[in-house]
């Protein structure tokens, strides 16, 4: 009774140590990206829309961007035009984090309307014809499918401000926010960043000419796209907006860019993911479940069969009986927990493993107790046999 309250023991203590370094694999494995787009009138203009030119810069820290959309636009008319502009906003953002600018001058804040009734305007969401959101894979650029249950209606909100639009006359205008991307804890041991960016429609517009993207993401990232686009090489071609801190710094951030002479018929999304904490550049998750689940029972089993070893030595029966077992399977535990930290240490990704990484560990850890409490006895025999073998050759 006391060497099973004993062992009982040894077994709720290593899963109390254990608990802390565990990283838990969350159940909802995509989180679908934020609902942002472009501009448009709550009723058809003539303005001709000269250029877009959209930036995304990638947070090194957390999972979203800072974004600046920059506008020209022209009236081809010789009267002034009034017209209420709005576009697609999304509930995490902070009113504080929105700002836009006229000719320069910024936009005062009682000149900002927030609406949350999405009734009011559920036909200009609609508009935008996006009840699904794109996957491009960011390690193969293979389009994976829309994937569905994006409602533009259920999860934006909607800004408007009001505009003049001087006769004959250009108009710049430009909008900064911050944009988090969607998640995807499932493809890869590392997530994946999705972004979308909704461009349609145009034919709000009198007319839509030209839209320049720049995506600056940190250095070596894995990049892909649904438009055509390329990485930029040193300085050339950088908006002017850009910061500073990637335009002198290009060893540490990458510029992808894509020009499109019109708008194009499909609705921007790209993705984003590293190679960073994996195990010499491997992102598959099963094979660092695999790799864990087997390497945890291999240094259980050599811990086990070094005790034995030790303790077939021993002339004293009881030694070998009690303290082999004992020894060996705190040993083994205890070592096999202190591998699994260190590894989780060495490469971080792998606590993003959907199994070892997740619940799984401590199943793992359940059924590593069991097979070093059984596992002794028939290695100490199989020693004994082999050296009797030894005994009896000689």
Known sequence: MKKGRA???????????????????????????EPNGTLIPVQDSPVVVKGERLQFILSKEN?????????????????????????????????????????NEPLLQDKLQIYENKEE???????????????????????????????MVEEAKVVTFPVRFPANSDVSLRLEYQQESGIDKSSYINWVELYQYLLQPASAWGEFNGLEVQVAVPKDQYFASNLPMEKLEGKSGLFEF??????????????????????????????????????????????????G?????????????????????????????????????????????????????LFPSIGNGSWIGGYGIIVTFFFLVIYNSIIYFPIMMLLRWKARRVEQLK
């Open 121 to 151: 305007y559920r036909d200009f969401l609609t508009v935008f014809q996006s009840t699904d959101f794109l996957y491009i894979d960011p390690l193969t650029s293979e389009d994976m499918g829309n994937w569905t249950g994006y409602d």
């Open 242 to 291: 850009m910061p500073d801190e990637i335009v002198h710094n290009p060893a540490l951030w990458d510029v992808y860019r894509g020009k499109y002479d019109k708008l194009p018929s499909g609705n921007l999304a790209f993705s984003t993911t590293n190679d960073e904490g994996t195990f010499l550049g491997i992102m598959n998750r099963d094979f660092y479940d695999i790799f």
């Open 293 to 345: 689940v087997v390497l945890e029972f291999a240094i259980s089993t050599l811990v086990i069969i070094a005790t034995a070893l030790v303790m077939i030595r021993s002339k004293k029966g009881w030694v070998r009986r009690i303290i082999g077992p004992i020894l060996g399977f705190g040993l083994a535990n205890l070592i096999a927990l202190l591998f699994y930290a260190i590894l989780i240490n």
């Open 7 to 33: 062992s009982l023991s040894i077994i709720l203590f290593y899963f109390i140590i254990l608990f802390p370094v565990i990283g838990f694999a969350n159940s909802s494995p995509i989180y679908k990206p």
């Open 63 to 103: 999972y979203q961007a800072d974004v600046v959309v920059d506008y020209t636009f022209n009236n081809p008319l010789d009267e002034a035009i009034d017209t209420l502009l709005a576009f697609p906003y999304t509930p995490s953002h902070a009113s504080q984090s929105l700002k836009i600018s006229i000719n």
